[in-house]
């Protein structure tokens, strides 16, 4: 089982300002890496896949990058509806398919 | 649309059972993969389960190897999961999520709203 490691687990972040999350593999999952968001009360929505491309009606702030076992979200400029609870999952290795265990961004 | 919607959630006793289901609408069922991922209160997603298109391949994690069965009904567009022997760390919400047409090794990009078990005596 490929273990994901995100950090860090909470993020404090302004409204406008960058905010970046990182999330390790422990071994190479090549590309084959997403990012979910969510929020209370909501099932996880798929952002990014295949490590750096955006899912249908992502909007263009969110961009995913890396490869191998060092992957990066970044939220260039976050808005209200951006604060919400990140996690990275693998899918090069089955089974099982394997999430981190979330970095919350909250308000600063 | 694709939509997933499950049931069957609610309160059970510690060593009791419950089945969910998913019902599934908008897309080819039997062509997919379908999935369990719960969640505990206040935590993050555990892979549960995971059956094949024609449901002859199965996936259990320790956790729940023994205790789950999963399958699917491809004439009913639905997937059940039988749950027995369940345990208080079992209490999650439980989603239905939908997988790849051509395999295991794809993202999730469908989810259901989440059906809560509760294991408490």
């Known amino acids: 089982e490929i273990v994901m490691t995100q950090s860090p687990a909470t993020l404090s972040v302004s409204p406008g300002e960058r905010a970046t999350l990182s999330c390790r593999a422990g071994?190479?999952?090549?590309?084959?890496l997403a990012w979910y968001q969510q929020k209370p009360g909501q099932p996880p929505r798929l952002l990014i896949y295949?490590?750096?491309t955006r899912a249908t009606g992502i909007p263009a702030r969110f961009s995913g990058s890396g490869s191998g076992t060092e992957f990066t979200l970044t939220i260039s400029s976050l808005q209200s509806e951006d604060f919400a609870v990140y996690y990275c999952?693998?899918?090069?290795?089955?089974?099982?398919?394997?999430f981190g265990g979330g970095t919350k961004v909250e308000i600063k | 649309d694709v939509h997933l919607v499950e049931s069957g959630g609610g309160l059970v006793q510690p060593g009791g059972s419950l089945r969910l289901s998913c019902s599934a609408s908008?897309?080819?069922?039997?062509?997919?993969?379908m999935q369990w991922v719960r969640q505990p209160p206040g935590k993050g997603l555990e892979y549960v389960s995971a059956?094949?298109?024609?449901?002859?391949?199965?996936y259990y994690p320790d956790s729940v190897k023994g205790r789950f069965t999963l399958s699917r009904d491809n004439s009913k567009n639905t997937m059940y999961l039988e749950m027995s022997g369940l345990r208080t760390e079992d209490t999650a919400v439980y989603y239905c999520?939908?997988?790849?047409?051509?395999?295991?090794?794809?993202?999730?990009?469908?989810w259901g709203q989440g059906a809560l078990v509760t294991v408490s005596s």
């Open positions: 999520v939908r997988g790849g047409s051509s395999g295991w090794y794809v993202p999730f990009d469908y």
């Open positions: 908008g897309f080819i069922f039997n062509n997919y993969v």
């Open positions: 059956i094949s298109g024609n449901g002859g391949t199965k």
């Open positions: 071994q190479s999952v090549g590309s084959s």
């Open positions: 295949g490590a750096s």
């Open positions: 999952q693998q899918y090069n290795s089955w089974p099982p398919l394997t």
